[in-house]
T-cell receptor, first 112, second 113 residues
């Protein structure tokens, strides 16, 4: 079973609307969680990174939250733009050996 | 600033042909280097990682091999490609300072025909 589960697998949203992506993980012990944005045919680019003590981290219109107790994270996109169309990947690092567990990604399509 | 170069961007190769994908990092020394494969609808799969010149660790048994001839150069190879080797290959680097910070190249789309 994958240690990082993301939902929804894909979604279509209208330009200007908000959306929230979910990431649930079972990695333990936990070190940090990172959200990446991957444009089609490109490498992933880091959006945010959160450690155990951080609940919220923002990067422009992207806001990530972390609940380390329930092992859940979310990525909220505000006022979506066409350029937000991409796959958003949740990556969780295990404490101690820094092993990474990758989610399969949330595929977001923003339409005008 | 640090940059990572990966080439070629796309590659179409026949079954049974050899493969060589190259990745170089600039602006840092002694990085940890990684090769990942990303299949459609699946998460990134770690293939190889290297913590230094000539030091290669393989994560999964496969038809591929990796080499690190220089500190900032990482090469992914195969002697004979299989159809199942098709995919999107990503090189990445990080350094052992602070929270793990993984930086990716722009990938190589390999199609084996």
């Amino acid at each position: 079973k994958n240690q990082v589960e993301q939902s929804p697998q894909s979604l279509i949203i209208l330009e200007g609307k908000n959306c929230t992506l979910q990431c649930n993980y079972t990695v333990s012990p936990f070190s940090n969680l990172r959200w990446y944005k991957q444009d089609t045919g490109r490498g992933p680019v880091s959006l945010t990174i959160m450690t155990f003590s951080e609940n919220t981290k923002s990067n422009g219109r992207y806001t990530a939250t972390l609940d380390a107790d329930t092992k859940q994270s979310s990525l909220h996109i505000t006022a979506s733009q066409l350029s937000d169309s991409a796959s958003y990947i949740c990556v969780v690092s295990r404490y101690g050996n820094n092993r990474l567990a990758f989610g399969k990604g949330n595929q977001v399509v923003v339409i005008p | 600033s640090q940059t990572i170069h990966q080439w070629p961007a796309t590659l179409v190769q026949p079954v049974g042909s050899p493969l060589s994908l190259e990745c170089t990092v600039e602006g840092t020394s002694n990085p940890n280097l990684y090769w990942y494969r990303q299949a459609a609808g699946r998460g990134l799969q770690l293939l190889f990682y290297s913590v230094g010149i000539g030091q290669i660790s393989s994560e999964v048994p496969q038809n591929l091999s990796a080499s690190r001839p220089q500190d900032r150069q990482f090469i992914l190879s195969s002697k004979k490609l299989l159809l199942s080797d098709s995919g999107f290959y990503l090189c990445a680097w990080t350094v052992d300072r602070g929270p793990l910070s993984l930086h990716f190249g722009n990938g190589t789309r390999l199609t084996v025909t």
